[in-house]
């Protein structure tokens, strides 16, 4: 089975100054997807960044990218020039590359606040 | 931008009472899920349903719970004689091909209160 742990359950940053979130994984599968998600005081989950494990190259989708270290199964996520909508909770995920109906395996979450 | 549409969006229900909340999937998407989030936690995997039938269950998925498609459109979850534990937020999420990674995109939740 797979496991995801964030570790910082709570993060505080800037506005405009650049934060990193932790997340590491557990799993004896060599194909995968990771995920970030953020969840804002809506609730909705919204897809932040997507990473395929077999590609070396780091995502990265405008200001959020990710630092991807298979070997040591850790996927951080680095927020530049944060706003205060980035403000959310945000979910690692991992999904294992399967046939049919993968499911998502969620971390603990990390409670980002953005401060102006 | 296509969106996963849940109802309702809030419900509040007497301990023992049967509950349905209902999901539209993105029109092409062929993968479905439901997600549960108790308030303060970590967001966990209900079940997958693809071709009319379920691709994998959690534990949590007991005979309390069940999921149909009744029609082409409609994704259920009905949860049978709920208990104050049910209390949490369901998310309905679906995909085109989760082979692939592709994005799984999640509706806004339903809310289910159980008193």
């Known amino acids: 089975a797979q496991t995801v742990t964030q570790s910082q359950p709570e993060m505080s940053v800037q506005e405009a100054e650049t934060v990193t979130l932790s997340c590491t994984y557990d799993?004896?599968?060599?194909?995968?997807?990771l995920f970030w998600y953020k969840q804002p005081p809506s609730r909705q989950m919204i897809l932040v960044i997507r990473q395929e494990a077999y590609k070396q190259q780091n995502a990265t989708e405008n200001r959020f990218s990710v630092n991807f270290q298979k070997a040591a199964k850790s996927f951080s996520l680095k927020i530049s020039d944060s706003q205060l909508g980035d403000t959310a909770m945000y979910f690692c995920?991992?999904?294992?590359?399967?046939?049919?109906?993968?499911?998502?395996?969620f971390g603990e979450g990390t409670q980002l606040t953005v401060n102006p | 931008e296509p969106e996963v549409t849940q109802t309702p969006s809030h419900q509040v229900t007497q301990m023992g009472q049967e509950v349905i909340l209902r999901c539209v999937p993105i029109s092409n998407h062929l993968y479905f899920y439901w997600y549960r989030q108790i308030l303060g936690q970590k967001v966990e995997f209900l079940v997958s349903?693809?071709?009319?039938?379920?691709?994998?269950k959690s534990e949590i998925f007991d005979d309390q719970f069940s999921v149909e498609r009744p029609d082409g459109s409609n994704f259920t979850l009905k949860i049978r004689s709920t208990k104050l534990e049910d209390s949490a937020m369901y998310f309905c999420?679906?995909?085109?091909?989760?082979?692939?990674?592709?994005?799984?995109?999640f509706g806004e939740g339903s809310w289910l209160t159980v008193v």
């Open positions: 999420a679906s995909t085109t091909d989760s082979y692939s990674g592709n994005t799984i995109y």
């Open positions: 995920a991992f999904m294992k590359r399967e046939t049919s109906g993968s499911r998502l395996t």
């Open positions: 349903f693809y071709n009319n039938e379920i691709s994998e």
């Open positions: 799993t004896s599968e060599s194909n995968y997807y």
